[in-house]
């Protein structure tokens, strides 16, 4: 029998889940001979969605890939340079810098998204990847001891001030977790933790509006209990020696700005020579494939993907992700036996929020029906979604 070989590029949330599926779908049920590899830069699966954790000091985000997949998959750290859709092969440089080409029966692109940027020239920190998360975390913490030593109030009160720039998701959970752990270490130092400011930059005029207006109102309710400043319509435009200026021509004396900004995706997809949006997705049809590169498929964050039936357009979150790779396992198997392939069908409409330890809002719509779950369960939930993102089983 012959053995034809997928490669899976990108070791994310959508990476991780296509080569279980492929593993259920095509190698296991079908007992079709398949060689699997999983090429990633990194030795690790990054929970991508958990970035705030290092910033405030607590829980290890990675895993190793070997560790999720410990047989039948074939681990390869590099970078991926090119691909040759004419003769279905990948370039690719490892990390000893020796270049490789590598050809496939198969492939699927899961790079995934890069987190948005400010210009250096804005100042702060953005809160992009491990790195940023840690330097952060060492600056609010070096803040909290100068403001224990200094007598004048208002500088003191700049050094505890927090402003994060961006309200989506990532901006209320890591302005919430802040909010907890920076209060608790203040007062482990002998600092007023009601002293502790955090401020939430939100360009638009309410949280949350992937759904409804109550859900939005909810969370600001819950945020500002927890010490979080919220300012709707106002963005954050330059950092610069401690002090923050808004586009409402405001200023704030603080210690600390962090960006979180959202997803842009993977620039990487652009060398690629592949039909592209105006915001750089892959464009694929409604069972991921490429359009105009052949056994080539692309699911996550760096691909538009479109509901043929609802027109809808997935968002950019891991339990699309998740859906999308579930799917692809048995359209490749289609595709393999030139059967009918499934179609993709957009994820119901559902998103969980943590407002700090033991408190989340989940949110979902089903049935024509709007139903929001919070406190203790919620977060549960929210955990929940954490884990099954990243192949975690408790």
């Given at each position: 029998?012959?053995?034809?070989?997928?490669v899976?590029?990108?070791?994310?949330?959508a990476?991780?889940?296509?080569?279980?599926?492929?593993?259920?779908?095509?190698?296991?049920?079908?007992?079709?001979?398949?060689?699997?590899?999983?090429?990633?830069?990194?030795?690790?699966?990054?929970?991508?969605?958990?970035?705030?954790?290092?910033?405030?000091?607590?829980?290890?985000?990675?895993?190793?890939?070997?560790?999720?997949f410990?047989?039948?998959?074939?681990?390869?750290?590099?970078?991926?340079?090119?691909?040759?859709?004419?003769?279905k092969?990948?370039?690719?440089?490892?990390?000893?810098?020796?270049?490789?080409?590598?050809?496939?029966?198969?492939?699927i692109?899961?790079?995934?998204?890069?987190?948005?940027?400010?210009?250096?020239?804005?100042?702060?920190?953005?809160?992009?990847?491990?790195?940023?998360?840690?330097?952060?975390?060492?600056?609010?913490?070096?803040?909290?001891?100068?403001?224990?030593?200094?007598?004048?109030?208002?500088?003191?009160?700049?050094?505890?001030?927090?402003?994060?720039?961006?309200?989506?998701?990532?901006?209320?959970?890591?302005?919430?977790?802040?909010?907890?752990?920076?209060?608790?270490?203040?007062?482990?130092?002998g600092?007023?933790?009601?002293?502790?400011?955090?401020?939430?930059?939100?360009?638009?005029?309410?949280?949350?509006?992937?759904?409804?207006?109550?859900?939005?109102?909810?969370?600001?309710?819950?945020?500002?209990?927890?010490?979080?400043?919220?300012?709707?319509?106002?963005?954050?435009?330059?950092?610069?020696?401690?002090?923050?200026?808004?586009?409402?021509?405001?200023?704030?004396?603080?210690?600390?700005?962090?960006?979180?900004l959202?997803?842009?995706?993977?620039?990487?997809?652009?060398?690629?020579?592949?039909?592209l949006?105006?915001?750089?997705?892959?464009?694929?049809?409604?069972?991921?494939?490429?359009?105009?590169?052949?056994?080539?498929?692309?699911?996550?964050?760096?691909?538009?993907?479109v509901?043929?039936?609802?027109?809808?357009?997935?968002?950019?979150?891991c339990?699309?992700?998740?859906?999308?790779?579930?799917?692809?396992?048995?359209?490749?198997?289609?595709?393999?036996?030139g059967?009918?392939?499934?179609?993709?069908k957009?994820?119901?409409?559902?998103?969980?929020?943590?407002?700090?330890?033991?408190?989340?809002?989940?949110?979902?719509?089903?049935w024509?029906?709007?139903?929001?779950?919070?406190?203790?369960?919620?977060?549960?939930?929210?955990?929940?979604?954490?884990?099954i993102?990243?192949?975690?089983?408790?």
């Open positions: 029998m012959t053995i034809r070989t997928c899976v590029v990108g070791g994310g949330y990476g991780i889940h296509a080569l279980t599926s492929i593993q259920k779908y095509v190698t296991k049920s079908s007992k079709q001979k398949l060689r699997l590899i999983l090429i990633d830069k990194n030795p690790y699966h990054l929970r991508k969605v958990l970035l705030f954790r290092p910033a405030i000091g607590v829980e290890e985000i990675t895993i190793p890939l070997k560790e999720l410990p047989e039948g998959v074939e681990i390869v750290q590099a970078t991926v340079k090119n691909v040759e859709a004419e003769n092969s990948i370039h690719y440089q490892d990390n000893l810098s020796k270049e490789h080409i590598l050809t496939y029966d198969f492939l692109l899961a790079v995934g998204s890069s987190v948005r940027k400010p210009d250096p020239s804005q100042g702060g920190i953005a809160l992009t990847d491990i790195e940023s998360a840690r330097e952060i975390q060492k600056k609010w913490r070096s803040n909290l001891h100068k403001a224990k030593n200094e007598q004048n109030p208002v500088l003191r009160s700049s050094l505890m001030t927090i402003a994060v720039a961006g309200a989506g998701i990532s901006g209320i959970e890591t302005s919430a977790e802040l909010s907890y752990y920076v209060r608790a270490d203040a007062k482990s130092l600092l007023d933790p009601n002293e502790v400011k955090i401020v939430l930059l939100n360009s638009h005029h309410r949280l949350f509006r992937e759904g409804p207006t109550k859900v939005g109102d909810v969370l600001e309710q819950e945020l500002v209990k927890r010490g979080v400043t919220i300012k709707h319509n106002c963005k954050a435009l330059k950092e610069e020696n401690g002090i923050i200026t808004l586009s409402t021509g405001e200023t704030l004396p603080l210690g600390l700005c962090i960006w979180t959202g997803l842009v995706p993977n620039p990487f997809v652009r060398k690629l020579g592949m039909p949006t105006d915001e750089g997705c892959v464009i694929v049809d409604a069972s991921y494939r490429v359009t105009g590169f052949q056994d080539v498929y692309c699911i996550g964050d760096c691909a538009q993907i509901d043929p039936i609802s027109g809808k357009k997935d968002g950019k979150t339990k699309e992700a998740s859906s999308q790779a579930s799917r692809l396992g048995r359209i490749l198997l289609a595709d393999w036996k059967a009918q392939a499934p179609l993709h957009s994820y119901m409409d559902f998103y969980c929020i943590s407002l700090g330890p033991g408190y989340g809002i989940a949110w979902f719509r089903r024509g029906l709007s139903i929001t779950v919070s406190g203790i369960v919620g977060w549960m939930i929210r955990k929940w979604t954490w884990d993102a990243s192949l975690i089983k408790r």
